[in-house]
């Protein structure tokens, strides 16, 4: 058995969705302004307190390069509104993340090292040890120039974004909420 229920529309029911839609894009449009001012202070964060120096606990600025390129973006999306804050620098990335492994190293990288050849053929590359036999005239030392292609790495990072998003969502919230405590839904 099948009970069946009828829901009956208001005759007012176009007036109240209407109402909602308006109410709703009021309040994302005030969020996305809130949220847009929030973010500027968070890259204003990110430039003072993270790429300023001093070295070598942060990055400092030697282009202004990274500084120049931080930008905010706010979007409205079927869930609500979403903040991003990014940079289109390529080495942006390894500073906010850090890397560890192989890194190829830029064309050109050259490295000169001492080379001791020592009586049974043999050729040791190596520094000190070989600059003191050549004092005492053991072996012979040689200068030898090699391209260096790679290296390995283990950098940890000096992020820049993350802590100061992290300290600005405060103010990011405060921001939002400033901008919706200014809607009036009698004004619909």
């Given at each position: 058995m099948a009970t069946e229920a009828r829901i009956q529309k208001p005759r007012n029911f176009a007036v109240v969705v209407r109402g909602l839609t308006s109410l709703d894009d009021k309040v994302l449009g005030a969020a996305e302004k809130g949220m847009?001012?929030?973010?500027?202070?968070?890259?204003?964060?990110?430039?003072?307190?993270?790429?300023?120096?001093?070295?070598?606990?942060?990055?400092?600025?030697?282009?202004r390069r990274l500084r120049d390129s931080l930008e905010s973006s706010v979007t409205r999306s079927g869930e609500g509104v979403v903040g991003?804050?990014?940079?289109?620098?390529?080495?942006?990335?390894?500073h906010e993340e850090g890397f560890a492994g192989q890194r190829r190293l830029p064309a050109g990288y050259?490295?000169?090292?001492?080379?001791?050849f020592e009586r049974n053929g043999g050729v040791v590359l190596s520094g000190r040890a070989a600059a003191r036999r050549?004092?005492?005239?053991?072996?012979?030392?040689?200068?030898?120039?090699?391209?260096?292609?790679?290296?390995?790495?283990?950098?940890?990072?000096r992020p820049f974004l993350k802590p100061a998003i992290q300290k600005a969502i405060p103010r990011i919230t405060r921001a939002v909420e400033q901008e919706l405590a200014k809607i009036n839904p009698s004004n619909g």
């Amino acid at each position: 058995m099948a009970t069946e229920a009828r829901i009956q529309k208001p005759r007012n029911f176009a007036v109240v969705v209407r109402g909602l839609t308006s109410l709703d894009d009021k309040v994302l449009g005030a969020a996305e302004k809130g949220m847009a001012r929030g973010l500027e202070f968070a890259i204003t964060i990110a430039k003072r307190e993270h790429l300023s120096g001093p070295r070598p606990t942060v990055l400092d600025v030697i282009t202004r390069r990274l500084r120049d390129s931080l930008e905010s973006s706010v979007t409205r999306s079927g869930e609500g509104v979403v903040g991003r804050i990014g940079t289109t620098v390529k080495y942006a990335r390894y500073h906010e993340e850090g890397f560890a492994g192989q890194r190829r190293l830029p064309a050109g990288y050259w490295r000169a090292v001492d080379a001791r050849f020592e009586r049974n053929g043999g050729v040791v590359l190596s520094g000190r040890a070989a600059a003191r036999r050549q004092r005492t005239g053991e072996v012979d030392i040689e200068r030898i120039t090699f391209r260096k292609t790679s290296a390995t790495v283990n950098y940890k990072g000096r992020p820049f974004l993350k802590p100061a998003i992290q300290k600005a969502i405060p103010r990011i919230t405060r921001a939002v909420e400033q901008e919706l405590a200014k809607i009036n839904p009698s004004n619909g």
